[in-house]
């Protein structure tokens, strides 16, 4: 699972609290990427890192800020969470090499009450 | 824009019926796709992915695809199904060239029947 964890795994909140959600990797790829996934959506790309402290909005990047201030870690933040925010959040990472393929870690379920 | 069409949002099979699941992408240059696979309550895994040379692809669990440049499709194919294949399934296509994104399908349910 190219060494993926997520933190919190589920979180239940309140509309207009701050979270933070953790993706951490220890295989020092460059490329680590925010999705969230959403019934009849699929997934979709929230933000993405290309190297420390680079960063570049994806399709719905609206109400998330996210950091990389090192290699390993790559955070979501919801500023102030709304229920429309609850969600399956997925970090991925993607391999160095010409496929570009992705793999995922293993999710976040929050919940905005 | 890139997009991605799963045409099934839910199919449902029998055990050792034959599967394929259509996925077509918008998108006129040089492409890498893929079809990843979640498991009830699972992550996203890799099945296979297409990035150059021939275009039927192989993968995990017997599973296969086609890559056909002229109508844009990679439809996802396997002779027999079983019931572990329950699950939903993913395509995704990145625009070689860009920064690596993955534009996702939304997805198709596989529903086996034992």
């Known amino acids: 699972d190219a060494g993926i964890t997520q933190s919190p795994r589920h979180k239940v909140t309140e509309t207009g609290t701050p979270v933070t959600l953790r993706c951490h990797q220890t295989e020092n790829h460059r490329y680590m990427y925010w999705y969230r996934q959403d019934p009849g959506h699929g997934l979709r790309l929230i933000h993405y890192s290309y190297g420390v402290k680079d960063t570049d909005k994806g399709e719905v990047s609206d109400g998330y800020s996210v950091s990389r201030s090192k290699t390993e870690d790559f955070l979501l933040t919801l500023e102030s969470a709304t229920s429309s925010q609850t969600s399956v959040y997925f970090c991925?990472?993607?391999?160095?090499?010409?496929?570009?393929?992705?793999?995922f870690g293993p999710g976040t379920r929050l919940t905005v009450l | 824009a890139q997009s991605v069409s799963q045409h099934n949002h839910h199919v449902i099979l029998s055990e050792a019926a034959s599967l394929e699941l259509g996925c077509n992408y918008s998108y006129g240059g040089t492409v890498n796709l893929f079809w990843y696979v979640q498991y009830p309550g699972q992550h996203l895994q890799l099945l296979l992915k297409?990035?150059?040379?021939?275009?039927l692809v192989k993968g995990i669990k017997g599973f296969e695809a086609e890559f056909i440049k002229s109508k844009f499709s990679f439809n996802l194919r396997k002779p027999s199904v079983q019931w572990s294949d329950t699950a939903e399934y993913f395509c995704a296509v990145n625009a070689v060239g860009s920064q690596g994104n993955l534009i996702f399908g939304k997805g198709t349910k596989l529903s086996v029947k034992p």
């Open positions: 297409y990035f150059s040379g021939d275009p």
């Open positions: 991925a990472i993607r391999l160095a090499g010409g496929s570009n393929e992705q793999f």
